[in-house]
């Protein structure tokens, strides 16, 4: 199976600055990951994804970095908002033809005025 | 085109009872997967459905069922409730193996008492 983590539980940062999410996964063989963002309420609404054939993603404000060699990547926002403030998961699939998402803990981000 | 949509949003059961919660999947998507994700954590992957057939099973037991219909709208049936059933059910959406397009609704609160 798989088992994915959360390096830090929750995450403040100033309104303006980057903010960096970590994660770690258990499963080499994993091939497709995905961030998403959860606000209260609300279900999980997807950010970005990257496939293991890959290292770096960009999308609008984030970047999502892939280390295969220590089984971790990362969410990168850029000038983090107000509305930014949410729970973030990453997940992954063991590959195309996985029908489970396995989810890590979440991180909780608070964005200060 | 609309969304995943769940019903109902809240909802609150005594331990002993049947629940039956409701996913529309959305427009063009032919697989539901459901998800439970309790308070502060990560969701977790209970079944999944295609084609009206069961096309996978987290670790979750018997009393967790579900169905999907030929519009491929989808029910996740609840039996004996139990007190840690509270959660978060959650439902997504997706084409076939297209993991990309996965979607989710915004969620069914449970609570059992």
């Known amino acids: 199976g798989e088992s994915v983590g959360l390096h830090l539980p929750t995450l403040s940062v100033q309104e303006g600055d980057n903010s960096i999410i970590n994660c770690a996964y258990s499963?080499?063989?994993?091939?497709?990951f995905i961030w998403y963002k959860q606000e209260s309420g609300k279900g999980p609404q997807f950010i970005i994804d990257i496939r293991s054939n890959m290292d770096k993603r960009q999308g609008q404000r984030v970047t999502v970095l892939l280390n295969k060699t220590v089984k971790h990547l990362s969410l990168q926002i850029a000038a983090t908002q107000p509305g930014d403030s949410a729970v973030y998961f990453c997940?992954?699939?063991?590959?195309?033809?996985?029908?489970?998402?396995?989810f890590g803990a979440g991180t909780t981000v608070t964005v200060r005025a | 085109e609309t969304g995943v949509t769940q019903s109902p949003t809240h909802l609150i059961k005594t331990r002993g009872q049947q629940v039956t919660l409701r996913c529309s999947s959305q427009?063009?998507?032919?697989?539901v997967s459901w998800y439970q994700q309790a308070l502060g954590q990560g969701p977790q992957f209970i079944f999944q459905y295609y084609r009206e057939e069961e096309n996978g099973r987290g670790n979750f037991p018997p009393r967790f069922s579900g169905l999907q219909f030929p519009n491929y709208s989808s029910e996740l049936n609840v039996n004996a409730l139990e007190l840690d059933d509270s959660a978060l059910y959650l439902c997504?959406?997706?084409?076939?193996?297209?993991?990309?397009?996965?979607?989710f609704g915004s969620g069914t609160r449970l609570t059992v008492v």
């Open positions: 427009s063009g998507h032919n697989t």
């Open positions: 997504a959406s997706s084409f076939g193996g297209e993991i990309s397009g996965y979607t």
């Open positions: 499963n080499s063989a994993s091939d497709y």
């Open positions: 997940a992954a699939f063991r590959d195309s033809n996985d029908y489970k998402l396995s």
